[in-house]
């Protein structure tokens, strides 16, 4: 008798860790400092790319990010036209090795912290929650960006960067690492923040709560002045197709940036308190 049933475990406890990306979630409204770079590197090469194509990978290793770009269609097409070939291997490792001292060189200037963080961050920790964190940028540019945020009083336990792990986002390694820094377990305690597409789907593939921004980051790829400056309308066509995007690709809950989270803390809670899973 007793065969023909099986038992389940569930966590029902509360949230203990949250997972927060760094440009356009905690730091550099906008997502602006690696955008720029993007294109620079690329228009060395004598190739052209929009600061939109620019910003359809953001969030990977940007390495694979330099890679994904050179692989769009239109910009493939455009390399091809220039060089008469496709864009190797050896072309992009020549290009991550000019993006990697620009982008060192421009970090601190896209460092102030996105308005809402400290005040988000000493919630969660009042609450009992543990900070870490996930980038796309390698290790020498968030030794830079982790002592800028530090000096402007943001500073996560634990940072795992792209270049820490076998593979960056989409891959959940750097959540995996960042659960083992923190000593935090189950992955469905722990919920990942950020402002790409590629860290909701990071944060699926590590089975946690996901909250994507989709003002304050990559989405919108405005400064907080620019976002001001939009006619309402367009303001509001814009964040529209951001929230839509992010839900399309599965987040758990859209906001507009880190400012808004706390109260998705409880709704999360009474999910897990009611023996709900990510
Ligand atoms: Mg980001």
Not at 24 to 49: H, K, M, N, S
Not at 144 to 151: Q, V, Y
Not at 176 to 181: E, I, L, R, S, T
Not at 203 to 217: E, F, P, V
Request: aromatic share 8%.
């Amino acid at each position: 008798m007793s065969h023909s049933y099986t038992y389940e475990r569930r966590y029902r406890g509360r949230l203990r860790a949250a997972l927060l990306d760094w440009a356009g979630t905690t730091v550099d409204y906008g997502c602006l400092a690696p955008a720029a770079v993007f294109v620079d590197v690329f228009a060395q090469r004598g190739v052209e790319i929009t600061t939109d194509e620019a910003r359809i990978p953001m969030g990977a290793h940007k390495r694979d990010h330099i890679q994904q770009i050179s692989q769009l269609p239109a910009v493939a097409r455009r390399w091809r036209e220039v060089h008469g070939s496709e864009c190797g291997t050896a072309d992009v490792d020549q290009m991550f090795a000019s993006f990697v001292p620009q982008q060192l060189g421009n970090l601190a200037d896209f460092a102030e912290l996105i308005p809402g963080t400290i005040e988000t961050v000493a919630t969660m920790r009042a609450r009992g929650m543990k900070i870490g964190s996930t980038t796309g940028y390698t290790g020498e540019m968030m030794e830079l960006l982790r002592a800028e945020a530090k000096r402007r009083g943001y500073e996560p336990e634990s940072t795992v960067c792209s270049t820490d792990v076998p593979s960056g986002r989409p891959a959940p390694w750097m959540c995996f690492q960042n659960a083992q820094n923190l000593g935090v377990f189950p992955m469905e305690a722990c919920v990942k923040i950020g402002d790409t597409l590629s860290d909701v789907a990071e944060g699926l593939n590590a089975g946690m709560w996901t909250i994507g921004l989709a003002k304050s980051g990559n989405e919108m790829g405005l400064s907080e002045e620019a976002v001001a400056a939009l006619p309402t309308d367009e303001l509001a066509r814009r964040l529209a197709r951001a929230y839509e995007r992010m839900y399309q690709v599965g987040a758990h809950f859209v906001v507009d940036s880190i400012a808004d989270v706390i109260p998705l803390l409880d709704v999360i809670e009474a999910r897990l308190a009611a023996g709900e899973r990510p």
